[in-house]
């Protein structure tokens, strides 16, 4: 592959969790280096990658309600973590491989 290639993002599978103002937990799904987050809340999302024990917090990055955002989290990531900034709603973490959503 040249410098600066994209390739479309292929996903491999998704999981969610119930996001509140508590930090919620989940193992990913599927395979691939790259993570497509989908914050389905009416309200801040704010995500941390992980091994195993993985907590976001408020000082984590933030993705704005109705937003995607493609994150390469590597190989060795196996749980993802949202918390939101106020109220409830649902953040989606679609694994998978690719540069471009």
Sequence with gaps: MSSGASLPFR???T???????????????GGG???L???AAGSV??????????TAGVRDTPVPPG??????AGQLV???SAV?????GSVFFTRGDGSVY
């Design 78 to 80: 196996t749980t993802a």
């Design 33 to 35: 280096s790259s993570v």
């Design 15 to 29: 999981a969610s969790v119930a996001g509140s103002t508590s930090a919620a937990s989940v193992a990913l799904v």
């Design 37 to 39: 987050v989908y914050n």
């Design 84 to 88: 939101l900034g106020s109220g409830t």
């Design 67 to 72: 937003a995607r955002m493609l994150v390469d």
């Design 45 to 54: 999302a704010f995500v941390r990658f992980g091994m195993t024990g993985v």
């Design 11 to 13: 996903p491999a599978g």
